[in-house]
């Protein structure tokens, strides 16, 4: 049978190291025992392995490393999993900030190395080593486990065939060890797989919402596209991508999801939108809130996390400033009147709420709620689900409520006139209203109700506090450093030009505990405007956001670029935070 020949056969004939007949015999070994063509080379004897390891460096200008002299720091094995590397032959030897040093038996894999880049997310550089001293190390370094080894072979384009099929081999990397802690609450089961590729995509499946939790992630984004499937994580309000799919899995990865979320996998033309239940064997249990979208190339899913542990619903540690806390904390001793929690979609405006109703949550008082949807669930509070399609909307849940003898009502957006108008009355004949609304800042909320159509009498006689906030990035504190700001850049920025040159600007270098992003974890940013009577005044004469502003800060509010500010000043976030999340004053 004529064999064609790889580009490493045909580099060693031209380099008269083998013969063609060496060539060929040494791929019918490769293809009969799965060898690597250098290693069914060196164990027919038709070359040394010092003299192959001295033409792979020589070709790929990648050098020769000793791996048994060299030792392996064992924290580098995080980074690449033992599947990965068995798979390739690899095995990372050295990390320097953000570069990755690997040594692999076949520096030409360019499929590795990609993959390996794609893994970490670092720049890889390689070193070449035996075949037999990398699988040496790799048995010596990682932990016996134990893999998924379905299909392989060789593609039709003479690529490793294992990359075209991810959903059945090699699964371990992207489920993890932890997936025998979990079941799936109230699972089906699924009749629509062959049976060959059933157990891999459940174990994908689960393995993709594991990892997504331990990484921290507040949303998983499933997107087909026009040739693959790209999988990608939200940490810390920015998304990155963790995984690519054969495009040929799409629809099983979504009729897999659309099965635990109770949707209809026969209809892929609307979408839809469900919940999965993830029961941990220590009792904890996180929710996945499941939305699918007919795309261009297919159904994309996005899965919102929704877990309760981690979950801060103490006002002290969310990031409010000390004078900050102490209005929105007066606002809530009020007896009655509307308080108002504004800022973009996910800036955290759910999580304040939720930790502004504990504060209210005791035995003596009955709080009502009307959400689109309920995040979380909570003892002594009595949560209700919008449902427009039957006309539950925000303004017939709040009609209903007030038959309901509540004390505190919160809604979970003001969308339009009635809702408002609704809520306006309620803050204005006894009740504690809470809800939020899609502004820019604080001062502009009034605006925003104003030419909703409320009087603005009732905005000032019903309003008691605004909060406006963002999210930003809090440095890793694993690998903060100094990093260098001008004054003059600093002074533009709105710093105080006293503090300036008396503080350090701080910002993460990249480590292994962030994922090299230099962040972890979020803070929030608050501007909190307490109604005055000197703002309400202004509000009757018919004032404008500017001119509200303007005296809200005489007052004495903060306005997020300077909450900003004191964060950097603290060494919490980052200038270029600062001027991701916030806007000149």
Do not use: W
């Not at 406006?468 to 990035?473: I, N, S």
């Amino acid at each position: 049978m004529n064999v064609v020949a790889p580009l490493l056969g045909q580099l060693l004939i031209k380099a008269q190291l083998i013969t063609q007949e060496q060539l060929d015999e040494a791929l019918k070994i490769q293809k009969l025992q799965g060898r690597r063509l250098g290693s069914a080379l060196v164990k027919l004897g038709h070359i040394p392995e010092a003299k192959l390891l001295e033409f792979l460096s020589r070709q790929y200008n990648a050098p020769a490393i000793n791996l048994s002299q060299h030792k392996i720091d064992t924290a580098l094995l995080k980074l690449v999993p033992y599947e990965t590397a068995k798979k390739y032959q690899l095995i990372p030897i050295n990390r320097e900030g953000a570069a990755l040093r690997i040594a692999i038996a076949d520096p030409s894999n360019n499929f590795a190395i990609d993959d390996v880049k794609f893994l970490t997310g670092m720049k890889v550089s390689v070193h070449v080593a035996p075949e037999s001293a990398i699988v040496e190390a790799i048995d010596r370094y990682y932990p016996q486990q134990a893999t998924v080894k379905v299909g392989g072979g060789q593609a039709k384009d003479g690529r490793d065939a294992s990359r075209d099929s991810m959903e059945v081999d090699d699964l371990n990397k992207v489920i993890g060890s932890a997936l025998d802690e979990i079941t799936i609450v109230e699972d089906k089961e699924d009749k629509d797989f062959p049976k060959e590729v059933d157990a891999p995509i459940v174990k994908l499946v689960n393995g993709m919402l594991m990892n997504a939790i331990t990484a921290g992630a507040s949303d998983i984004h499933v997107e087909p596209a026009e040739d693959m499937v790209r999988v990608r994580y939200r940490v810390d309000g920015i998304l990155r991508a963790v995984l690519k799919l054969p495009l040929k899995i799409k629809n099983a990865i979504t009729s897999r999801i659309k099965i635990l979320a109770h949707l209809d996998i026969s209809e892929r033309r609307l979408p839809q939108d469900g919940r999965i239940k993830l029961k941990f064997a220590d009792g904890r249990q996180i929710d996945f809130r499941v939305s699918t979208f007919p795309s261009l190339f297919g159904e994309k899913v996005v899965l919102r996390i929704l877990d309760k542990g981690n979950l801060q619903l103490n006002l002290t540690k969310l990031g409010f400033e000390e004078r900050a806390l102490q209005d929105f904390m007066e606002a809530l001793d009020k007896p009655y009147g509307m308080i108002l929690v504004t800022g973009p979609t996910g800036s955290g405006k759910t999580t304040t709420l939720y930790s502004a109703l504990q504060v209210l949550n005791k035995p003596g008082v009955n709080i009502m709620t009307a959400e689109d949807p309920i995040e979380y669930n909570f003892f002594g509070i009595n949560q209700g689900q919008v449902k427009d399609e039957i006309g539950l909307s925000f303004a017939a849940c709040l009609r209903s409520f007030l038959r309901q003898d509540p004390d505190i009502i919160m809604v979970g957006e003001i969308r339009d006139f009635e809702t408002a108008e609704i809520s306006v009355k309620a803050a204005l004949t006894g009740h504690l209203v809470l809800s939020t609304l899609h502004t820019n800042d604080a001062p502009s909320t009034v605006t925003r109700l104003i030419n909703m159509g409320i009087e603005p009498f009732l905005v000032s006689s019903s309003v008691i506090c605004i909060i406006a906030q963002r999210l930003a990035r809090k440095i890793c504190t694993e690998c903060k450093t100094e990093q260098n700001v001008a004054g003059s850049a600093l002074l533009k920025l709105g710093f105080p030009e006293k503090y300036t040159g008396k503080f350090k600007c701080m910002a993460g270098a990249g480590c292994q505990a962030c994922n090299n992003a230099g962040y972890k974890g979020r803070i929030a940013l608050y501007e909190v405007m307490p109604l005055k009577e000197e703002l309400k005044e202004l509000i009757l004469q018919g004032a404008t956001a500017p001119d509200l502003k303007k005296e809200a800060m005489r007052l004495g509010m903060l306005s997020l670029r300077q909450s900003a500010i004191l964060k950097v000043m603290q060494g919490v976030t980052t200038v270029e935070e600062l001027i991701r999340v916030t806007f000149e004053d």
